[in-house]
Nanobody
Framework: QVQLVESGGGLVQAGDSLRLSCAAS????????MGWFRQAPGKEREFVAG????????YYADSVKGRFTISRNNAKNTVDLQMNSLKPEDTAVYYC?????????????????WGQGTQVTVSS
């Protein structure tokens, strides 16, 4: 069982930066690939970024590539999402997710555990 708690959301202006953090419980955090997803009102949940168990491999949606950076600290059981050059279209609820797998999935279905989400609002 893994519990995930996101933090760091808020209201910012376009061009600003924000750092989201996800804290995981349990002693097997390094056995899980981790992902960040987001869901805007009226839209489906979409993949934002993912990271392998060791942190050596990272994956990004085209819409955030070059602006967002995912990282993890297995000693602290945390995974972060650094978001730079934010745009109004980045406005959404952001979710942290864990999958007991070797490969990082861009689909939400395979993920085993989800956080409660944190709101990010970017004003123009």
């Amino acid at each position: 069982q893994v519990q995930l708690v996101e933090s760091g959301g808020g209201l910012v202006q376009a061009g600003d930066s924000l750092r989201l953090s996800c804290a995981a419980s349990g002693r097997t955090f390094s056995s899980y690939t981790m992902g960040w997803f987001r869901q805007a009102p009226g839209k489906e949940r979409e993949f934002v970024a993912g990271i392998s168990r060791s942190g050596g491999l990272t994956y990004y949606a085209d819409s955030v590539k070059g602006r967002f950076t995912i990282s993890r600290n297995n000693a602290k059981n945390t995974v972060d999402l650094q978001m730079n050059s934010l745009k109004p279209e980045d406005t959404a609820v952001y979710y942290c997710a864990a999958e007991y797998s070797v490969d990082v999935s861009r689909a939400s279905g395979p993920y085993d555990y989800w956080g409660q989400g944190t709101q990010v609002t970017v004003s123009s």
